[in-house]
């Protein structure tokens, strides 16, 4: 059975840093498409980044540019979402999922697998 496994979420406060990573199991990420997107209570979902790993092409929401990188180990077979400068309104659920693309409007709502959303909690 194929799993995204997520880990590096947290409590941290406004202005700190948390790495994201996302591993696969009985899956290789190869040169598929990796989506991460946060869910706030309340608030509408959002695809927060995407990174092609056929080319290497990345996408940043806008909330997020400029603070988050993410990124690719092939060997490892992990995608990692490193958030700096976090802020309140950061505070989410945050899921990696491989997806069918990622464009210049961000990641694809298509998706083949999805991760089980760790909480990432910034206190003010």
């Known amino acids: 059975e194929v799993q995204l496994v997520e880990s590096g979420g947290g409590l941290v406060q406004a202005g700190g840093s948390l790495r994201l990573s996302c591993a696969a199991s009985e899956f290789t990420f190869g040169d598929r498409v990796i989506g991460w997107f946060r869910q706030a209570p309340g608030k509408e979902g959002e695809g927060v980044s995407c990174?092609?790993?056929?080319?290497?092409?990345?996408y940043y929401a806008d909330s997020v540019k400029g603070r988050f990188t993410i990124s690719s180990d092939n060997a490892k077979n992990t995608v990692y979402l490193q958030m700096n400068s976090l802020q309140p309104e950061g505070s989410a659920a945050y899921y990696c999922a491989v997806v069918w693309f990622c464009s210049d409007y961000g990641p694809s709502l298509e998706y083949d697998y999805w991760g089980q959303g760790p909480q990432v909690t910034v206190s003010s």
């Open positions: 990174i092609d790993n056929n080319d290497g092409a990345t």
